[in-house]
T-cell receptor, first 113, second 110 residues
């Protein structure tokens, strides 16, 4: 089955800095890579996703890149703000028609004012 | 309002006492699943269902049961809870790739 590794487990930055979270996956058939944000005490919510036919996707201050050859994808947050502090999960979804994601273990991002 | 609901939100119980956590969605989603979240281990899938009467094991199914008799409901059953099932549980539903999570159920088994 799919295996997703996520690094780092904790990331501490100063407000205004950039943050990068990296994930690798094992199943070359995976074709959809979402990122979820979980604020303290709340449910995970989708913030951005990328499909295997795209190398990069941006949405305001967040962007995701995908390297299918190397089987890794990354989340980039620019100009971080204290409200970006949360746990971020990456996931990989293999096989067309199977919406069964495998999640990474999460990255706790702390943005210091 | 489109949503996924779970009940109860908090539960403290004793070893061996059967319990059910309910999950309901009003978005007509075919896909539903259950996850447990533990510190340092992320979200691990317990069971999932692709449609009514179709369920399958996830990564950590031991000690859990599910049923999908109606499209909107996907209850999680712990027949004989043990302390190692103390965790935060999330139900999720989706029509395709994007998943919508419920608010979570914090379960403590003593």
């Amino acid at each position: 089955g799919e295996n997703v590794e996520q690094h780092p487990s904790t990331l501490s930055v100063q407000e205004g800095d950039s943050a990068v979270i990296k994930c690798t996956y094992s199943d070359s058939a995976s074709n959809y890579f979402p990122w979820y944000k979980q604020e303290l005490g709340k449910r995970p919510q989708l913030i951005i996703d990328i499909r295997s036919n795209v190398g990069e996707k941006k949405d305001q201050r967040i962007a995701v890149t995908l390297n299918k050859t190397a089987k890794h994808f990354s989340l980039h947050i620019t100009e971080t703000q204290p409200e970006d502090s949360a746990v971020y999960f990456c996931a990989a979804t293999p096989r067309e028609g199977s919406y069964i994601p495998t999640f990474g273990r999460g990255t706790s991002l702390i943005v210091h004012p | 309002e489109a949503q996924v609901t779970q009940n109860p939100r908090y539960l403290i119980t004793v070893t061996g006492k059967k319990l059910t956590v309910t999950c309901s969605q009003n978005m007509n989603h075919e896909y539903m699943s259950w996850y447990r979240q533990d510190p340092g281990l992320g979200l691990r899938q317990i069971y999932y269902s692709m449609n009514v009467e179709v369920t399958d094991k996830g990564d950590v199914p031991e000690g859990y049961k599910v049923s999908r008799k109606e499209k909107r409901n996907f209850p999680l059953i712990l027949e004989s809870p043990s302390p190692n099932q103390t965790s935060l549980y999330f139900c999720a539903s989706g029509l395709s790739y994007e998943q919508y999570f419920g608010p979570g159920t914090r379960l403590t088994v003593t």
